[in-house]
């Protein structure tokens, strides 16, 4: 992570104003300046300079901000393959492929329109899960701070930072809707007695009250399971599950208005674990499904959620040591774009502009 010196905005690192036009502050506020947004790549190479997220300014180099990158390598919970720690340094290395400017699909300049800073990692110990989810909901409230129009996505990590995350997030805004793509439940109760481990972390956020009772739901779901009351414990939770299979009875479209029907207004947590792809997109992760979606439909996906209020979100269980020609993490980059931009107020695919 660069000193606050290194990103403070120089000939090399650019307000938004000169990537995308004139930025703006927030809606109302004259006294606040427009965004510093991310290096040029027009006066710095995309493959050099910092190395934040995006090339994004640190958190420590702007006065006020409005969504937070913020990495979590830890990866104690993990059951099958490690190596989920090293996944927020490789994300914002492939970060630096992404071209930010102006996003499409979502016809939205993301960094013209919200100042977005890249938050650094949390120092959390590797040798305690307990000790480690007391430590990143600390920071993750610190980051948070008493605003509750900031944003955090969080970059892990295995699944277990998903709770500290909720409880942070719940802090501010009270019970959520959680939209959760993953190939698994992540509901069982206990893996060899540990009560919070990656598979775990949405049973202990329903028995903690921190989601808005059925309003949460699942996507990309496949892969056996240990038994089939898993399923019944799921639905008991209030969980709705979209499963991989119904995306190819019933379309990306239906999916997304079930999703819209569940949530309703209620403000959104989004957690994406990367084994939602399938391991042809996706490789670098620790416990792979085959089945799984592809890219473009998990894109698809996300960028039809405009419209929703969330009000945090996670992208998880990136394993670099299992990846090929940084396909996964690339796809990790990419989802973090998407979600920033989400936040940004980007409108649905289908209300764009003609």
Known sequence: MSTPSETTPTDETAAVGDVAGTAPGRPGDTSRPGPVGPVRGTRVPRYAGDATFARLPAIDAVGDYDVAILGVPFDGGTSYRPGARFGP???????????????????????QTIQVVDAGDVACTPFSIDDAVRQIESHAHDVQGDRRDRRIVAVGGDHTIALPMLRSVVRQHGPVALVH???????????????VTHGTVFRRAFEENL??????????????????????DDADFGFKAIRASDLDRIGLEAAVQQVKDRV???PVYVSIDIDVLDPAFAPGTGTPEMGGLTSRELLALLRRLGGLNIV????????PAYDHAELT????????????SLMAGGRAVDDRMP
């Open 89 to 111: 340094m490789h994300v914002r290395q492939s970060s630096r492929h992404l071209r930010p400017a102006y996003h499409v699909e979502l016809d939205v300049a993301p960094f």
């Open 181 to 195: 793509f993953d190939a698994h439940l992540d509901t069982w109760d206990t893996y060899f007695d540990a009560p």
């Open 211 to 232: 989601l808005a009772e059925d309003h949460s739901v699942h996507l990309g779901i496949r892969g056996p399971l240990y038994d089939r009351i898993d399923l019944k």
């Open 264 to 266: 309703g207004d209620t």
């Open 312 to 319: 945090g979100a996670d992208v998880v269980e990136v394993a």
């Open 329 to 340: 993490t690339l796809a990790a980059a990419t989802v973090v774009y998407d979600l920033v």
